[in-house]
T-cell receptor, first 114, second 112 residues
Framework: GAVVSQHPSWVICKSGTSVKIECRSLDFQATTMFWYRQFPKQSLMLMATSNEGSKATYEQGVEKDKFLINHASLTLSTLTVTSAHPEDSSFYIC??????????FGSGTRLTVV | DQQVKQNSPSLSVQEGRISILNCDYTNSMFDYFLWYKKYPAEGPTFLISISSIKDKNEDGRFTVFLNKSAKHLSLHIVPSQPGDSAVYFCAVVHITGNQFYFGTGTSLTVIP
């Protein structure tokens, strides 16, 4: 079946630094990728939707300058948390949509900003 | 506005009994529906899906029912097992509109 690789699986960074999270579709081409954030004991919150080669569409309330999304190829999307602060600590999950493959999720990244 | 809702945040079921998880959506244009299972600190894993042209899809212990007129989706797990304890998310898709929405999740606990 379709596999989406997300890494790192966990990362600790200092406040003010930037962190990049990668999401790769390993055996299919993902025309659309989604980035989610989950706070403890809460639902997954869609942050943005990105189509290959175009700018990401951000959900209301998500700062596009803080959460930079790049979807340069059909198999790779990246989320960069810029100038991270402790309130950005969360669990981030990507998913990829591919024709005939449906929606497949990455394994998530636990970000801790200290 | 929430496109999809799961009104029960939690559910407890005795092992061996049936678990029924419910999901309501708002837009009749959604044409594909999925259920995901999620353990803490992990990404959701796909469980079962159904397209809008069907009203039932079965896979082992898991059956998904779709009632388009009521805009209602349900997942039945029978018999329930302790390993089924997790958070279950329904998701709705409008394929041509490239829209994908998650429900708020239901935490299922299967009591041994």
């Amino acid at each position: 079946g379709a596999v989406v690789s997300q890494h790192p699986s966990w990362v600790i960074c200092k406040s003010g630094t930037s962190v990049k999270i990668e999401c790769r579709s390993l055996d299919f081409q993902a025309t659309t990728m989604f980035w989610y954030r989950q706070f403890p004991k809460q639902s997954l919150m869609l942050m943005a939707t990105s189509n290959e080669g175009s700018k990401a569409t951000y959900e209301q309330g998500v700062e596009k300058d803080k959460f930079l999304i790049n979807h340069a190829s059909l198999t790779l999307s990246t989320l960069t948390v810029t100038s991270a602060h402790p309130e950005d600590s969360s669990f981030y999950i990507c998913s990829a949509w591919g024709l005939n493959y449906g929606y497949t999720f990455g394994s998530g990244t636990r970000l801790t900003v200290v | 506005d929430q496109q999809v809702k799961q009104n029960s945040p939690s559910l407890s079921v005795q092992e061996g009994r049936i678990s029924i998880l419910n999901c309501d959506y708002t837009n009749s244009m959604f044409d594909y529906f999925l259920w995901y299972k999620k353990y803490p600190a992990e990404g959701p894993t796909f469980l079962i899906s159904i397209s809008s042209i069907k009203d039932k899809n079965e896979d082992g212990r898991f059956t998904v029912f779709l009632n388009k007129s009521a805009k209602h989706l349900s997942l039945h797990i029978v018999p329930s097992q302790p390993g089924d304890s997790a958070v279950y998310f329904c998701a709705v898709v409008h394929i041509t509109g490239n829209q994908f929405y998650f429900g708020t999740g239901t935490s299922l606990t299967v009591i041994p």
